[in-house]
């Protein structure tokens, strides 16, 4: 049973089971209130995150607990500040190289046995995080055994440090948390009572997380893979749905868990930091990473580019700065030369575009153009279409396979799609609408399904609101719930097929 | 990076979290109590009406005829063998089995019943290893099953592909979808609630009311004529690397003992009332000219000896040899690929045995083997794969 959010064991199991404790727990406990409701609750959390990470395996779940371990002594160590530089340059260097050895043992042939521990990508940078929070005076760990010294968003017991780090909803794909993100949070769980509004909003998230995930991303996923599968073969209309599906289903597939653990988090209270805006509206290459996987950016800039220097050391070191961050980006989404073009397109771009906002002319020119909304929606395609090309070497076997599909994806328009790449996005549901409006025999009806998911996912991924905006933000009505009670049972009849989030390999 | 983020003096950035808590609290948005219990407990009943009228549909029909026997009349598509194999076996009515790999696919079961008189089901398994045909003996003598407990198991028709002896012997081929393999109601759910039962399983079939033959169930009838002969063959024969080194003969003895005794003999010995009749198909030449690059001829053939005579220590065993049909293997009009036969081929294995031509007796098998590698010694290959 891998309990993933898409999948009947989390829907059916896990959810009642995390949702109904979470709020018995006080009845249970009966008239104690405040700190004691508290701490069961945590240590309910915590044993629900860990037997939801045990659930895909012992040997991650070893290891998982070995690095908690470790890093906890570690960020106990460093909090008695003798030598805590020291140590914490140790923590880093140990969380970095345990991270490398499994994402790197495979591909540099140490070991092609070598599995890398699901979710590791994440959890690794959430302990250095730690660690480095700690030495900077920003976290205060209690000694185990301590009296405690109150609440307060700096200072973690144990049982704090093992939440934050073992916090399911996030475990596995992110956000990225800080801790003082969910400290505050933690602390006042002892007063958390069923909000039946925030509940509903809660389930609203993630039944829309749902749907862009299983009922969107994973139609789109079937083109793209055939798309691949016949790369010579395929026509230049072929190569462009490729890429700009394979685009969408990125953002759908990653948004969408996000949604779900935000969903789910939210029905017990707990709000967890937004990881994407309407990543492809962005004007530029550094608004795309001020909207793409926001807590990562966030990562990067304050654990690495502000420490390099940022920009305060020169155009040159400003711009090396950039490049660095990107091609580590690059290098911790996966191993390959393909990761490293994509972190370098990015990186170069991102230089190029700093450069010029650093002329002065360009300044004024920029302030004088800035509003003009022709030139923010020519700002708009030219930065979609970069980070599209781009997420071909995220996607593709080889920088030769990316290459060979994006020089036919900008090769010379022609205006033939294969019938076998649209028949390899296709939902049943929309045969039977076709059957029922008498479309089924018109000659282009097997294009139409690819199509209406793509044109539907476009909308999403460009719509004026996130599902999370929406989610806060809707009516409570009736009717409302009605639509969504029907989303979420077509998403739940949908689960039957085998799916896998695109991230989960990090 | 574009811009360093602001930070505040403690370190945090100064976007907080709880500012999106806040904005989203807004009086706009507030519901009374009486509106988030309606919509609550709209989203609970049509949620669950939803799921339920799946369920409940999927109960009724039962496609994969995991709970009852089929509906009579009701126009049931068969083409999941992973999914309905199991199904099939314990709910259908039957007194003998087809099974082994996609070398059965294209038996027709009133073959069967012409030339033995036996309501054969046919349960292949596309690629099957050992522990595959070990599984489908399992559902097929379930005694609680309904086809058990209307008549015995008398004959199991199973191909024998040598190949996969070495196989783990609890490896199967594909992810299997085991809550059909059980008698648990719990881990139903998902094939309760699932749409490709829903739509492709229970409702397609109501539209398009094309019921699947089970005579011909799983059959690759999809290939019509062009799909055979030299050209067709050729065109997508990968010839194997050249091996220097040669296999010893006896590397395959040992997996292949344990794969025998564990998921073939076990059935056998238990079954004394079936008469299992196993089969060594006819790949075309292609297949000894790939053994031969692959350097294991020898180990091949020991391989096929070995369970042949293993076999046939058994009362209640059979085994037929077809590969040394020199005129049939060594024409490529009777294949699709270097080997998969055509249907044709299956009828007459279906007719030999009924009539006991190509059956191999204790202590035969090393003849038919002589007489094959006869046949591979002879056969120029060059001029034979030579581009015309």
């Known amino acids: 049973m891998k309990p993933l959010f898409n999948s009947y064991s989390f829907i059916f199991v896990f959810l009642p089971v995390l949702t109904v404790g979470f709020y018995l727990i006080p009845t249970v406990i009966g008239v104690l209130r405040g700190s004691a409701v508290r701490s069961v609750r945590k240590w309910f959390l915590i044993a629900i995150s860990l037997a939801f990470y045990a659930c895909f395996g012992w040997r991650d779940f070893f290891i998982f607990a070995a690095g908690i371990l470790i890093n906890g002594l570690l960020g106990c160590a460093i909090s008695r500040r003798t030598g805590a530089k020291a140590i914490t340059a140790v923590g880093v260097i140990l969380n970095i190289g345990f991270l490398a050895f499994f994402k790197y043992a495979g591909y540099l042939s140490f070991s092609s046995s070598i599995a890398m521990p699901l979710a590791v990508s994440f959890y690794t940078f959430q302990q250095i995080s730690f ?53 505050s949070q933690f602390d006042r769980m002892g007063e958390t009572r069923f909000d039946g509004e925030r509940f509903l909003r809660g389930l609203f998230l993630f039944t829309l997380g749902l749907a862009k995930k299983v009922l969107l991303a994973d139609t789109i996923a079937g083109a793209v893979d055939y798309g691949f599968s016949v790369l010579p073969h395929v026509t230049w209309l072929d190569a462009v749905v490729v890429m700009f599906g394979y685009t969408l289903q990125l953002y759908l597939d990653f948004s969408g868990y996000c949604d779900m653990g935000a969903g789910v988090s939210r029905m017990i209270g707990i709000e967890l930091p937004e990881n994407f805006h309407l990543p492809y509206k962005a004007r530029g290459i550094a608004e795309f990473w001020d909207r793409w996987h926001m807590t990562l950016s966030r990562f990067f800039t304050k654990y690495l580019y502000i420490p390099l220097g940022g920009n305060r050391r020169g155009r040159a070191r400003t711009y090396l700065n950039i490049m ?13 030369w393909t990761f490293l073009v994509w972190g370098f397109m990015h990186g170069a771009l991102s230089v190029v575009q700093r450069a010029l906002s650093d002329s002065r002319k360009e300044r004024k020119k920029k302030a004088e153009s800035a509003r003009h909304p022709l030139w923010d929606f020519i700002c708009t395609v030219l930065t979609f279409v970069y980070v599209s090309a781009a997420w071909m070497f995220f996607r593709a076997d080889s920088v030769k396979q990316a290459l060979e599909l994006l020089k036919i994806a900008f090769s010379k328009p022609w205006l033939r799609c294969s019938i076998r790449l649209a028949k390899s996005a296709q939902l049943d549901e929309v045969w039977y609408a076709l059957k029922v409006l008498h479309l089924d025999s018109w000659k282009y009806s097997g294009y139409i399904c690819m199509w209406l998911v793509l044109a539907v996912s476009a909308v999403i991924a ?32 949908s689960l039957g097929g085998v799916s896998t989030f695109l991230y989960f390999k990090f | 990076m574009s811009k360093d983020q602001t930070i505040d003096k403690s370190g945090h950035p100064a976007e907080d979290i709880r500012s999106s808590q806040a904005a989203g609290a807004s009086s706009d948005r507030e519901a009374s109590s009486a509106q988030v219990c309606k919509a609550a407990a709209v989203f609970a009943g049509t949620a669950a009406a939803l799921l339920i009228l799946c369920a409940v549909l999927t109960v009724i029909v039962d496609p994969f005829f995991h709970y009852h026997a089929p509906l009579k009349g009701f126009p049931y598509v068969v083409d999941n063998q992973l999914s309905q194999n199991p199904g099939m076996a314990r709910n259908m009515t039957y007194d003998s089995i087809i099974t082994g790999s996609s070398m059965t696919v294209n038996f027709n079961t009133n073959d069967f019943r012409e030339a033995m008189g036996v309501n054969a089901l046919k349960l292949s398994s596309n690629g099957a290893y050992p522990k595959d045909i070990a599984n489908v003996l399992d559902f097929a003598y379930d005694e609680h099953s309904r086809a058990r407990k209307a008549s015995p198991l008398t004959n199991a028709f199973i191909a024998i592909d040598v190949a996969v002896f070495t196989a783990g012997p609890e490896e199967v081929k594909y992810p299997q979808p085991t809550y059909l393999y059980d008698k648990s109601p719990l881990n139903d759910i998902p094939y309760l609630l699932n ?9 397609r079939p109501i539209v398009e009311r094309e019921a699947t033959d089970l005579a011909t169930v799983y059959a690759t009838t999809w290939q019509t004529e062009e799909y055979f002969g030299k050209d067709w063959v050729l065109q997508g024969f990968v010839p194997s690397e050249v091996r220097e080194k040669e296999e010893p003969k006896d590397a395959y003895r040992e997996k292949t003992e344990i794969n025998l005794e564990r998921n073939i003999l076990s059935y056998v010995r238990q079954h004394p009332e079936t008469e299992f009749t196993f089969f060594f198909p006819p790949y075309s030449i292609l297949y000894w000219y790939n053994v031969e690059r692959e350097n294991h001829l020898e180990a091949t053939m020991a391989q096929y000896e070995q369970i042949g005579e293993t076999l ?45 031509e190509h059956e191999v007796h204790p202590g035969g098998m090393h003849e038919v083997l002589d007489h094959m590698r006869s046949i591979v010694d002879s056969f120029d290959f060059e001029t034979f794969l030579a581009p015309q």
Not at chain 1, 145 to 155: C, E, F, K, L
Not at chain 1, 324 to 336: D, E, K, M, N
Not at chain 2, 195 to 203: F, I, M, R, S, T
């Open chain 1, 131 to 183: 660690l480095i929070d700690v030495y900077r005076g920003e976290i205060r760990m209690e000694m185990p055994g301590a009296a405690r010294s109150g609440m307060s968003d700096q200072v973690a017991s144990f049982s704090d440090y093992l939440l934050y780090i073992t916090y399911f909803p996030k475990l596995l794909e992110g956000p990225i948390v800080r801790f003082h993100e969910m400290k």
């Open chain 2, 195 to 203: 749409k490709d039962v829903l739509l492709q399983y229970v409702l």
């Open chain 2, 312 to 356: 046939l220590k058994e009362d209640n065993v059979r085994v037929f040899y077809f590969q040394d049909m020199e005129d049939v293997v060594t024409d490529l009009a009777n294949y699709s690929d270097y080997e998969h036969y055509s249907p044709a081929i299956n009828s007459y294995m279906a007719a030999c045995f009924g009539s006991g």
């Open chain 1, 462 to 493: 460009f719509a004026p609101y996130t599902f999370r905006e929406i989610s806060e933000k809707h009516k409570i009505c009736g009717l409302t719930y009605f639509f969504i009670a029907i989303l979420f049972a077509w998403c739940v009849i």
């Open chain 1, 324 to 336: 660095i961050v990107f091609l580590i980006s690059g290098i911790w989404h996966g191993a390959g």
